[in-house]
Nanobody, 121 residues
Framework: QLQLVESGGGLVQPGGSLRLSCAAS????????IGWFRQAPGKERERVSC????????NYADSVKGRFTTSRDNAKNTVYLQMNSLKPEDTAIYYC??????????????WGQGTQVTVSS
């Protein structure tokens, strides 16, 4: 059974960068499209990015386009989210999730436990 574990969150100043990792175990990650989602206190969960099984296709929320990049290394069973030019409004718990059904990450069935990202001076 697939399990996902996020890491790499933390406290960073505005304009800074972080790289999140989503490590998979229990099954090969290349069976799944992988999405990054985030949820801030009092707000709905937002899909930040999605990467296809092969990694050839990616898409991003308008709020992070040009600043965030998702990539994957199927040999390492890991997906990444590189976050640059971070803003206070990026503060949230970030989750990765696996979608075995579609390339849009809209049908994720397995979720990680989340990692906190705080952008503050």
């Amino acid at each position: 059974q697939l399990q996902l574990v996020e890491s790499g969150g933390g406290l960073v100043q505005p304009g800074g960068s972080l790289r999140l990792s989503c490590a998979a175990s229990g099954n090969a990650l290349d069976y799944y499209a992988i999405g990054w989602f985030r949820q801030a206190p009092g707000k709905e969960r937002e899909r930040v990015s999605c990467i296809s099984r092969s990694g050839q296709s990616t898409n991003y929320a308008d709020s992070v386009k040009g600043r965030f990049t998702t990539s994957r290394d199927n040999a390492k069973n890991t997906v990444y989210l590189q976050m640059n030019s971070l803003k206070p409004e990026d503060t949230a718990i970030y989750y990765c999730a696996a979608d075995p059904f579609s390339s849009s990450c809209s049908s994720a069935t397995v979720w990680g436990q989340g990692t906190q990202v705080t952008v503050s001076s």
